[in-house]
């Protein structure tokens, strides 16, 4: 079993950023790779960003927050991060975190999720 809390979301005005965490326990966080998801009020979760578990990790990004979102991991402290820059209102979500086998952009390749953090973005 892998326990993941997220921390860090918060309200921000539109242009601003924020700093996700996400901090995990259990078995041994360098076996996972790690995403990130949201949902917005009324719509489905969907990809934000992932990253493999190797040392030279690799990483994915949705279209939607190319060039915005940064994902990246510290092995020795158990924790994901992803960095948010130019927050649009669209950002407005409740962000979550996932722990899998491959860096997928598929909820369902990932087998551990935390309870979420709410991000809101005002105009």
């Known amino acids: 079993q892998v326990q993941l809390v997220e921390s860090g979301g918060g309200l921000v005005q539109a242009g601003g950023s924020l700093r996700l965490s996400c901090a995990a326990s259990?078995?041994?966080?360098?076996?996972?790779?790690m995403g990130w998801f949201r949902q917005a009020p009324g719509k489905e979760r969907e990809f934000v960003a992932s990253?493999?578990?190797?040392?030279?990790?690799?990483?994915y990004y949705a279209e939607s927050v190319k060039g915005r979102f940064t994902i990246s991991r510290d092995n020795t402290k158990n924790t994901v991060y992803l960095q948010m820059i130019s927050l649009k209102p669209e950002d407005t979500a409740v962000y979550y975190c996932?722990?899998?086998?491959?860096?997928?952009?598929?909820?369902?390749?990932?087998?551990?999720w935390g309870q979420g953090t709410q991000v809101t973005v005002s105009p």
């Open positions: 996932a722990a899998g086998s491959t860096a997928s952009l598929y909820q369902g390749d990932y087998d551990y």
């Open positions: 259990g078995r041994t966080f360098s076996w996972y790779a």
């Open positions: 990253i493999s578990r190797s040392a030279n990790a690799n990483t």
